[in-house]
């Protein structure tokens, strides 16, 4: 018998048995036995929400005595900051927990005889990044109180420059706060320009005398 021959009896003989073959093969699913079991339990997207709620709450426990609620809600500025701090703390929080949840797998793992020296590192290595993640979660929260600190100063900065030009009306936009000028402040603001104007005369008339004596 010829190659080419030996070649098409071959495939003759697959395609008539393709059918019993994917029939007597498993299939995902067909046979549970075969299936690994879940390392565990946990529901990922619910443990990314209880990360949001603890990450708001952090930020509201950090910057409750230095804004309030109001203040916050009518600055733009500080709303969306608030935003993206929650989201970073969340990404923070939601990254110990997971790994918290390997380290306690690979406990698990160990505790049912898998003792591989390479566990062990894995372990330590996890335990490190644990420590790393509550250390950086420490010093973000005390950045992000100093920063509303300073930003509550500003603010109030700016509020006490713009009543010191007068008693003009205060009023809020989505750029923060702006000052309408009544007649009274813009008669005030001339008054001041002519009195230094005249200053400003009657200062260089003195040197003119001085110059002549």
């Known amino acids: 018998m010829k190659a080419k021959d030996e070649r098409k009896e071959l495939e003759n003989m697959i395609d008539q048995a393709s059918h019993a073959?994917?029939?007597?093969?498993?299939?995902?699913?067909?046979?549970?036995?075969?299936?690994?079991?879940?390392?565990?339990?946990?529901?990922?997207?619910?443990?990314?929400?209880?990360?949001?709620?603890?990450?708001?709450?952090?930020?509201?426990?950090?910057?409750?005595?230095?804004?309030?609620?109001?203040?916050?809600?009518?600055?733009?500025?500080?709303?969306?900051?608030?935003?993206?701090?929650?989201?970073?703390?969340?990404?923070?929080?939601?990254?110990?927990?997971?790994?918290?949840?390997?380290?306690?797998?690979?406990?698990?793992?160990?505790?049912?005889?898998?003792q591989h020296p390479r566990m062990y590192e894995v372990f330590s290595g996890l335990s490190k990044t644990i420590a790393d993640i509550?250390?950086?979660?420490?010093?973000?929260?005390?950045?992000?109180?100093?920063?509303y600190i300073d930003l509550k100063d500003n603010i109030n900065r700016k509020k006490e420059e713009l009543h010191a030009l007068g008693e003009g009306n205060l009023s809020r936009n989505e750029k923060g706060l702006v000052s309408h000028g009544t007649k009274d402040l813009i008669k005030q603001t001339k008054q001041r320009k002519a009195e230094k104007i005249k200053n400003k005369n009657n200062n260089n008339d003195i040197e003119d005398v001085e110059e002549i004596k």
């Open 21 to 114: 073959i994917d029939g007597n093969v498993p299939r995902p699913g067909d046979t549970p036995e075969l299936q690994n079991e879940p390392a565990f339990d946990a529901d990922l997207d619910e443990l990314q929400k209880d990360c949001n709620k603890r990450a708001r709450k952090l930020i509201k426990n950090s910057t409750g005595f230095v804004l309030t609620d109001e203040q916050v809600k009518q600055n733009p500025y500080l709303k969306n900051k608030m935003d993206v701090d929650i989201i970073s703390l969340a990404g923070m929080l939601y990254q110990m927990e997971c790994t918290k949840l390997m380290q306690r797998t690979l406990m698990e793992e160990v505790r049912h005889g898998a």
């Open 134 to 147: 509550n250390k950086q979660l420490l010093q973000t929260v005390e950045a992000i109180k100093v920063t």
